[in-house]
């Protein structure tokens, strides 16, 4: 497939400790609203300080978790990268350099007002000609089936309405015998870690971010309620394997804070549900 023909949009160029229940279906968990307009418009009113946020909350080590990904599991040369819910494109950006330029690398996301910081982000790197960003829906991906080599996404499938769908997606438009790399926020496994962690990031954590970064969706005190109903761990494996994936393995990084899940789709076909589409 050439991936310099998926559609460009024309419109425009972070964290908690222990917790005893673990969910399976977030977005059925009441509580947060998960909501594609309500995540669209959170997104979009923090874009402008997305990344400041982000470096200056995880103090620059979020950087490092996205080299760690773009190491564990490294581009094909010559085979497509796909990077789910791209947002401002670190991911792509950071597939773009672990590529050396021998890889496309397709980025998606369905809030314009992040991809067209990101669009910016990419112009700078001088990578315009090698990543394209996408706007779409991480539940109904502008892509073939069997694409990419590598599909990746970071602390974005957390934020999708279904996350199962979501998955099958991530599954599907990957290539038999490629991987999917789920970058995500985790609970810190130590009690000591996990009890500070916790207390910074439902009692800090919300308020430096409106503080810095005002939004009327309080998105800073959804990101600590989000990750405390996602699969975690074991939980997220096993959901993984149940959508068809194989070799699952999980990285937990900075003492667990965050964990790099990786799984390969089978050579021989998934075995996966796919995400149906809504009839017109
Ligand atoms: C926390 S940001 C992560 C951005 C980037 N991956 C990073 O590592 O910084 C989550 C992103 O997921 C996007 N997102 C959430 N739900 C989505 C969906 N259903 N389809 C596409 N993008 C979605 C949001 O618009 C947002 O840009």
Redesign the pocket.
């Known amino acids: 497939m050439n991936v310099s023909s998926l559609p460009e949009s024309q419109d425009t160029g ?1 964290m908690e400790g222990q917790v005893p229940t673990e969910s399976r279906e977030p977005s059925a968990v009441a509580g947060v609203d998960k909501s ?1 307009r309500r ?2 418009r959170m ?1 979009a009113s923090i874009a402008r300080r ?2 400041l946020l ?1 470096h200056l909350l995880s103090l620059n080590i ?1 950087k490092s978790w ?1 080299t760690f990904t773009t190491r564990t599991v490294p581009p094909e040369p010559g085979v497509p990268v796909l ?9 792509a950006l950071a597939y773009d350099r672990a590529a050396r330029g021998t890889s496309p690398i397709v980025g ?4 314009r007002e ?1 991809l067209e910081i990101g669009r910016n982000k990419v112009h700078k790197a001088g990578a315009s000609d090698r990543v394209t960003l996408v706007e ?4 109904f991906l502008p892509a073939p089936d069997d694409t990419f080599g590598v599909v990746s ?4 499938l957390r ?3 279904n996350t199962v769908q ?1 998955v099958d997606e991530l599954v599907r438009v990957t290539k038999p015998g490629g991987k999917v790399a789920i ?1 995500e926020f985790s609970r810190p496994r130590g009690r000591l870690l996990g009890r500070l962690y916790l207390a910074f990031f439902r009692h800090v954590l919300p308020r430096i971010g409106q503080a810095l970064s005002p939004n009327d969706d309080a998105a800073y005190e959804y990101l600590p309620r989000s990750v405390l109903e996602f699969p975690d761990g074991q939980a997220m494996l096993d959901l993984l394997a149940e959508r068809g994936l194989i070799d699952l393995k999980q990285h937990p990084l900075t003492g667990g804070i965050a964990t790099l899940y990786v799984g390969t789709k089978p050579a021989t076909g998934p075995s996966i549900a796919v995400a149906a589409r809504p009839d017109p």
């Open positions: 972070t594609d995540v669209q997104f997305y990344d982000n979020d996205r990077d789910c819910c791209t947002g401002t494109a670190d991911l998606t996301d369905f809030c992040m779409g829906d991480a539940r996404v970071a602390f974005g934020n999708v309405s979501g970058l």
